[in-house]
């Protein structure tokens, strides 16, 4: 019995999360903008000029990259949200309810993990219609939707650290900027990691985005589930970031 109210509780906080999304359904197409774009200029314009030549089609190799980049920024700006409900007090009576703090982590989690993967189907679906080599198998696709939503809600988790300790929207978004794009180019996104100068390969390896990334190129484009190592390093990020998220959520009304 309690495991079931544990999971019902678990469930309310991501449905109350998802809710805001089908409310605003054009959210989703005005971030599908920018992914659109890297695939469909960027991915085909850098594939005429064969800047990699170990790489046979980039549009295709970026695909994962390009996934990657649009979602973690969806999840790492979750806790704008968290410090809204802090200025409004809708965060103090939450924290004050009898639901544990575990379950307010987690659920919510779940709903920016879930919330960030929407760009999943646009970008592929984008890749696919400019003749990205993309693997049919629906298994494969959904695998890596799941391995996705793991990655996101790491960084959803991140994201609520950050929104515990900075405390203000503006010092929140200056930080999201200065993050986002070093992870995305200190990751084999868009060229491979044996091309990189050593500072940056050595900090490729501490990027979960290298490893979802490399996780999702198996998946989708070789058809290969050689993705345990990959996944269990995703898995121990994304517990950490749980981990110190729920430590510090109290901070936030402190």
Not at 42 to 50: D, E, L, W
Not at 95 to 106: D, G, N, Q, Y
Not at 158 to 166: D, G, P, V
Request: aromatic share 8%; with cysteine.
């Amino acid at each position: 019995m309690d495991l079931l109210k544990s999971f019902s509780s678990l469930l309310a906080m991501a449905e109350m999360e998802l809710r805001r999304l089908r409310h605003d359904p054009f959210e989703i197409i005005t971030r599908a903008i920018q992914p659109i774009l890297w695939i469909a200029v960027f991915g085909s314009i850098m594939a005429r000029a064969r800047a990699f030549p170990g790489i046979d089609d980039y549009t295709t190799f970026i695909t994962p990259g390009v996934i990657l980049q649009s979602s973690t920024f969806i999840a790492l700006a979750y806790g704008i949200a968290l410090i809204f409900e802090r200025e409004s007090g809708i965060l103090k009576r939450l924290l004050a309810s009898p639901l544990p703090r575990s379950h307010i982590v987690i659920g919510r989690a779940i709903a920016g993990g879930i919330r960030a993967s929407t760009q999943y189907v646009v970008v592929l679906a984008s890749a696919a219609l400019v003749g990205a080599r993309i693997v049919g198998n629906p298994v494969n696709i959904i695998m890596g939707y799941l391995v996705l939503v793991l990655t996101c809600m790491g960084f959803t988790g991140i994201s609520m650290l950050m929104a515990s300790l900075l405390k203000t929207r503006e010092r929140f978004m200056g930080i999201i900027g200065a993050i986002t794009m070093p992870l995305f180019f200190a990751s084999n996104a868009l060229y491979p990691i044996d091309v990189m100068p050593n500072v940056i390969r050595y900090a490729s390896l501490i990027n979960p985005l290298t490893y979802t990334i490399s996780i999702l190129r198996k998946l989708i484009i070789s058809n290969s589930y050689d993705i345990l190592q990959e996944l269990l390093v995703l898995t121990a990020f994304t517990t950490a970031a749980m981990l110190a998220s729920m430590k510090c959520l109290k901070k936030i009304i402190e």
